[in-house]
T-cell receptor, first 113, second 117 residues
Framework: GAVVSQHPSRVICKSGTSVKIECRSL??????MFWYRQFPKKSLMLMAT?????????EQGVEKDKFLINHASLTLSTLTVTSAHPEDSSFYIC?????????FGSGTRLTVV | AQKVTQAQTEISVVEKEDVTLDCVYE???????LFWYKQPPSGELVFLIR??????QNEISGRYSWNFQKSTSSFNFTITASQVVDSAVYFC??????????????FGAGTQVVVTP
């Protein structure tokens, strides 16, 4: 079945630094990927839709300059949290659609100290 | 606008009891898709089922069953004879499909299921 690989699974970074999260579709081409953020005991909130070869579409209230999304190939989308602060600490998860099914990465737990 | 409501925040049951999770949705689209996902403590999302808006047949998969009723805009999920391994957060989600592409998934708030031995 469709597999989406997300790395790293956990990352701890210092305040002010940037962190890159990768999401790869391993056995299929994903023209569209989705990035979600999840706070503890909360639901998944869509941050942006990543489209291969074009700019990402951000949801209202999401700072595009803070959360940089690059979808340079049909199998790779990256989310970079720039100048991270403690309030950016969260669980980030990507998803790709294949034939109507949404496959999710295993998520990245980001802790900013 | 699309909306998914899971009114139950947490449900606690004793092993072997049945548990039903409610999901009510709102959409103006005639073509849409409903999903259920399981999120265990490890965090990954596990796909359980997808149902399109034209298929109102109920489905059973092992101990899991789903009841889709368009008349009440509901897509409820029942776990029969619950087990401790069923303890997780369960999300109901909704998406639409255009001619060319699949839209984003709109998630409900989730229901925490706690199964005790």
């Amino acid at each position: 079945g469709a597999v989406v690989s997300q790395h790293p699974s956990r990352v701890i970074c210092k305040s002010g630094t940037s962190v890159k999260i990768e999401c790869r579709s391993l056995d299929f081409q994903a023209t569209t990927m989705f990035w979600y953020r999840q706070f503890p005991k909360k639901s998944l909130m869509l941050m942006a839709t990543s489209n291969e070869g074009s700019k990402a579409t951000y949801e209202q209230g999401v700072e595009k300059d803070k959360f940089l999304i690059n979808h340079a190939s049909l199998t790779l989308s990256t989310l970079t949290v720039t100048s991270a602060h403690p309030e950016d600490s969260s669980f980030y998860i990507c998803s790709a659609n294949r034939d109507g099914g949404y496959t999710f990465g295993s998520g990245t737990r980001l802790t900013v100290v | 606008a699309q909306k998914v409501t899971q009114a139950q925040t947490e449900i606690s049951v004793v092993e072997k009891e049945d548990v039903t999770l409610d999901c009510v949705y709102e959409t103006r689209d005639t073509t849409y898709y409903l999903f259920w996902y399981k999120q265990p403590p490890s965090g990954e999302l596990v796909f359980l089922i997808r149902r399109n808006s034209f298929d109102e047949q109920n489905e059973i998969s092992g101990r899991y069953s789903w009841n889709f009723q368009k008349s009440t805009s509901s897509f409820n999920f029942t776990i029969t004879a619950s087990q401790v391994v069923d303890s997780a957060v369960y999300f109901c989600a909704l998406s639409q499909k255009t001619t060319d592409s699949w839209g984003k998934l709109q998630f409900g708030a989730g229901t925490q299921v706690v199964v005790t031995p």
